[in-house]
């Protein structure tokens, strides 16, 4: 019994340093990160005593404005941002399969593993800060994966408890460094600030989750994260009620409170939010401003501007690349909080609407919401398969590469492996090309073709027939010796339908030589 107690003793010591140790690594963040910008100014206010320059006064408004943020930071920690979201019940199945969907522009060089069992197994949470965590923790993941990689992503469930966990084969974390994960202001990224785990560590423990790290330089990290279960029923997500001002209109109502839409819009849309400036450099695209155009245009009932404005929207993300899931996203918050504005108009103003008019309005919200979706994934994807259907043919013609050496020559050099669609590709081009030019000497280079097969020469022999068909002679030159043997042992020969020369070079010298 000593023995246990000893123990536990020391377990609550070495707990009670290292909160302490956190405190100081908190308190020397604090010191360092706002002791700078608090310097500048202090310096650019001396030097506007001795000259009043404008300049100076916007540096050191930025640099206040800089200390402020970072002191707000460490408040989101302590007190995230969404804190007064109500907690309902969530399916993580659920949530982790729609996160992923925002990393989609990274599954090229990053292979993501799922092994998500129990689906239909809830925990009892705040869901826009839970998602808030898990993107952080993806995102970290995927940005510690410096070229190829790999991500797993489990998940199970006990009578009691469900666990998650998110692994990596990335560059890894120190292990000195592991016990200091979680702590403000401390990052192992180069321009990272420390707040995006902090936040992940401070939410997970609101919700009486655990957290642990397991990691290995170079080899990579394990995230794992436990819930108590939710036991019970499935509650529903309580009615959202706004304080606002009030209006005679809905559009009004709308535009008198355009700032705490775009704020509730935020709360909502916790992933988005991280890239909208992104999305503004990459695309010039200002989803707040497109937000209330088109929440106007819908409780307007302007159906013609919300095809529009959908179809602009579609090839806009398609024409810079943007991640659809994010807008997906994005749209779906918006759609809930014009749903809540229209329960608090209606709550507020409840003697100027019957029911009838009420579900009237709420249809046509979703009907023209359905629309604006349908439209954008219909432009989205028609630029899409237009712009993959320009690089196939800017692709096809650098295959088959008709250079004109004269009026009436041209060259075409072949690079690489001809295979039988690319065969096809090279008699659809070179028969185009001498009907619609007065050609007559094609000369065709296989000094680049590393293989063909058999019947791969026979097509293009076929070719090579049909350019005589068309009046054209073809002269072939760079047979290499595999292929010679290949055609010998294969009973195939150009002699009956083209000149051969050994070199591109020998051909060129001929021809001007006549």
Known sequence: ????????????????????????????????EVKNPLTAVKGFLQLLKERNEKQYIE???????????????????????????????IDLTAELESLMQLFQDQFYRVQVLTDLNNPGSYIFAKKN????????????????????????????ATEEKIIVYIKDSGTGIPEKQLELLGTPFFTTKENGSGMGLALVFSVIYQHNGEIEVESEENIGTTFTITFPRATGSMKRKEVVQLELEQAATLKEYLTVNREKFEQRLLMEAVNVRDKIDEIMEIGNINLLDNA???????????????????????????????TLAFKLEWIQAVRRV????????????????????????????????DLFHTHLFLS???????????????VEDLSVPIIPLTKSTSILPLIGQVDATRAEIIEEKVFLQIGQHPIDTLIIDLSGVVSMEAAVIAQILGVIQGIKMMGCQTVITGLRPEIVKLMIRSNLSFESSAITKGTLQQAIEDYFAR
């Open 338 to 369: 014009l749903w809540d504005f229209l329960y608090n108009f209606d709550r507020t103003n409840h003697y100027l609407a019957e029911r009838e008019q009420f579900y009237n309005q709420e249809k046509q919200i979703n009907e023209l919401m």
């Open 1 to 32: 019994m000593q023995r246990e107690e000893e123990l536990r003793e020391k377990k609550r010591s070495d707990l009670h340093l290292s909160q302490l140790a956190s405190v100081g690594q908190i308190a020397a963040g604090i010191a360092h």
């Open 59 to 89: 540096i050191a408004q930025a640099e206040l404005e800089n200390a402020i943020g970072i002191l707000q930071n460490l408040l989101h920690v302590s007190k995230p941002d969404l804190d007064d979201e109500p907690f309902e019940t």
């Open 380 to 394: 989205y994807s028609q630029l899409k398969d237009d712009l993959i259907r320009a690089q196939r043919e800017m």
């Open 292 to 322: 209330h155009k088109l929440v106007l245009y819908i409780v307007e009932n302007k159906q013609h501007e919300v095809i529009s404005f959908a179809k602009l929207e579609g090839m806009t993300w398609a024409k810079h690349s943007l």
């Open 129 to 156: 800060q839970l998602k808030k965590v898990f993107f952080n923790l993806l995102k970290n993941a995927f940005e510690a994966i410096p070229g190829e990689g790999a991500i797993s992503i489990g998940h199970r």
